[in-house]
């Protein structure tokens, strides 16, 4: 679990509903189920209308991804796994690497170890792995684009749930007195709009961005890597060429086991 979805969710829910009992307002006149249809029924159906229903079937599963944390790999260790390879590749060959390759649970670096094993041009091997990447990046702006529409239908499906309950309450104005209550009910519509949107489905996607981005960088730092070592370069190049990479407090090997930061996209990679 990664807990900072459902912290923020709830800190974010939780400040609204406080707000709102700070005020003297009572948490039952935030509870609506029309407007609720008519924002969530509302943002779904403009989302079925804008994607093919394949991909809005993978609604659930994005949303989850938010959830976990499945980012596994970090640059460090990605260093150190090429720094190991460059060490096999010396002593033993490049033809040793298939062994090693065999081994790799991830089939993007596998796929380029068996590619430099094979002896193919490094012009062709980084041809071929770009337009890996580059499917990838397709892929996961096809998922989180999904959230980022939703994002933006549900104010606006929040208006016009306001805009059907003032049609309501102006059609029944021989009631003074039911005003007030009947107007601050046509609001909520807007409110759950405009809170879905900004605390659910532009957060999820923007996570989701961000892990996109974290699992693009992982690629290209492979190629850099593989390309390396493909080369012949010594194990102590290939550290410095892909250390380049990382911020300077985890360089030297010393956190391997963390998720270091970005600090600048691996040259020479297209994409």
């Known amino acids: 679990m990664e807990p900072g979805t459902p912290v923020g969710l709830i800190v974010g829910f939780g400040a609204l509903l406080l707000a709102a009992v700070l005020e003297g307002g009572e948490i039952s ?15 779904f159906g403009a989302t079925l209308v804008s994607f093919p229903l394949k991909r809005v079937a993978l609604l659930p599963r994005l949303i989850m991804e938010a959830f976990f944390d499945r980012s596994g790999t970090s640059p460090a260790e990605v260093v150190e796994q090429f720094v190991r390879l460059a060490q096999v590749a010396r002593r033993e060959g490049l033809l040793a690497l298939e062994e090693e390759a065999n081994k790799l649970e991830d089939p993007f670096v596998k796929k380029g170890l068996l590619l430099v094993v094979d002896g193919i041009d490094a012009e062709v091997i980084e041809t071929v792995l770009a337009t890996d990447i580059q499917a990838l990046k397709e892929r996961h702006e096809s998922g989180y684009g999904i959230l980022e529409a939703m994002g933006g239908y549900a104010p606006t499906m929040g208006i016009i749930g306001t805009v059907m309950g003032l049609i309501h309450v102006l059609s029944s104005l021989s009631d003074p007195s039911q005003l ?3 107007i601050a009910v046509a609001f ?27 699992e693009v960088f992982l690629r290209e730092l492979a190629v850099v890597g593989l390309l390396s070592v493909q080369a012949g370069d010594n194990p102590r190049i290939v550290r410095e060429k892909l250390e380049a990479f ?19 996209r691996p040259a020479g990679v297209a994409g």
Do not use: C, D
């Not at 006149?29 to 943002?43: H, R, S």
């Not at 985890?250 to 956190?255: I, Q």
């Open 180 to 182: 007030g209550p009947a």
């Open 29 to 43: 006149g935030f509870i609506q189920g029309t407007a609720a249809l008519i924002v969530f029924g509302g943002t």
């Open 246 to 264: 990382l911020a300077p407090a985890h360089r030297g090997g010393a956190a391997a086991g963390g998720t270091a930061p970005v600090e600048g």
């Open 188 to 214: 909520v519509a807007t409110l759950y709009g405009v809170s879905s949107a900004n605390l659910l489905w532009i957060p999820m996607a923007t996570k989701l961005k961000a892990k996109s981005k974290h």
